[in-house]
Every structure is written in C-alpha cells, then in structure tokens.
C-alpha cells in the first residue's frame, strides 16, 4: 500500500470549474478517483494508468472531466460545467498493482477524502 495526500475541492457555483491533486508516498500502477454524497454508494469517477497512460471515466461525468498524471507521482482531476449532483466526497485511491479499473475493489490505497460542493 501508499500513502495518498489529497487536496482541492470546496465550495462551487453549478457551471464552474474544478481541480483536485493527488500525490502517492511509491509506485502504483493506476490511480482514480472516486465520490460518494449523503446516502448514496462510493462510485468510480476517473482512473489513469501509470504505464501507458490510457485512461477511464464514468458516464456521469464523460466529457466533463479530464484526468492527468505528471512525473511526479501526482494526478490531477479536473472537473468542469459542475452540477449540484456532483456533490460528494472525492476519494483518491491507488492500485499498486494490476490491470487499470473502475472497481473500487481494485484500488488497495486510498486517501482521506475532500468535500466537494456544487451549489444550485
């Protein structure tokens, strides 16, 4: 496992922008994001692989949402056109090893969460 360090999030207007970071302590071969609001299941938001790159995102957030990975060992999710059911916390999580996923059973790091609030 990882240490994950999170930061970003806040409190939004419905239609602006967003950006979280996410810095893992060692290797991992991919690393998400995930949310989870009041009430409501952990859901898979966006993951990258650290190899080639490729990518994933959910439907709920497909064209709006762009996940980037730099050298050092940081990712950065970038939400736009935010809508009040983005609303959540915003886990990262990392997998150390394995095939790239949405599961969150596939993920064996995660980080303390970050408030995310869009408002109407």
């Known amino acids: 496992q990882v240490q994950l360090v999170e930061s970003g999030g806040g409190l939004v207007q419905a239609g602006d922008s967003l950006g979280l970071t996410c810095t893992t302590s060692?290797?991992?071969?991919?690393m998400g994001w995930f949310r989870q609001s009041p009430g409501s299941e952990r859901e898979f938001v966006a993951a990258i692989s650290w190899r080639g790159g490729g990518t994933l995102y959910a439907d709920s957030v497909k064209g709006r949402a762009n996940i980037a990975r730099d050298t050092t060992r940081t990712i950065y999710l970038r939400l736009t056109s935010l809508k009040p059911s983005d609303t959540g916390v915003y886990y990262c999580?990392?997998?150390?090893?394995?095939?790239?996923?949405?599961?969150?059973?596939?993920?064996?790091?995660w980080g303390q969460g970050t408030q995310v609030t869009v408002s109407s």
């Open positions: 060692g290797s991992t071969s991919a």
């Open positions: 999580a990392a997998q150390t090893d394995g095939v790239m996923t949405s599961r969150d059973d596939g993920f064996d790091s």
